[in-house]
């Protein structure tokens, strides 16, 4: 069956720097796009970043320039390179599988629809 899992969380200080990775299987990985999505305590899902099979990426404007999404097809693992962080990063970060697109090449944000979630992982961003 499809699993996601996510790790690499932590504590950070402010301006600094954490890898997050997630381990998928039970589905031919290169075929989806996946994406990053954090909820901060007490509110909404914030989608945070996607990527397509051929590596094409798109961000949320709060994390542009400062996170960087990758993938690694033979070892059906995504990536969130995070640098630069900051308090209002503090969330729990969730690994998705995408299972409907529209708007990946407008601008603004693409409408993702998924299908799967990992259980996540904390990332908390204080000094």
């Known amino acids: 069956q499809v699993q996601l899992v996510e790790s690499g969380g932590g504590l950070v200080q402010p301006g600094g720097s954490l890898r997050l990775s997630c381990a998928a299987s039970?589905?031919?990985?290169?075929?989806?796009?996946m994406s990053w999505v954090r909820q901060p305590s007490g509110k909404g899902p914030e989608w945070v970043s996607a990527?397509?099979?051929?590596?094409?990426?798109r961000y949320a404007d709060s994390v542009k320039g400062r996170f960087t999404i990758s993938r690694d097809n033979f070892e059906n693992t995504m990536y969130l390179q995070m640098n630069d962080l900051k308090p209002e990063d503090t969330a729990l970060y969730y690994c998705?599988?995408?299972?409907?697109?529209?708007?990946?090449?407008?601008?603004?944000?693409?409408?993702?629809?998924?299908?799967?979630w990992g259980p996540g992982t904390q990332v908390t961003v204080s000094s």
């Open positions: 039970g589905f031919t990985f290169s075929a989806y796009y």
């Open positions: 998705a599988r995408v299972d409907a697109v529209q708007g990946w090449d407008m601008p603004g944000d693409p409408d993702l629809k998924y299908d799967y």
């Open positions: 990527i397509n099979g051929g590596g094409s990426t």
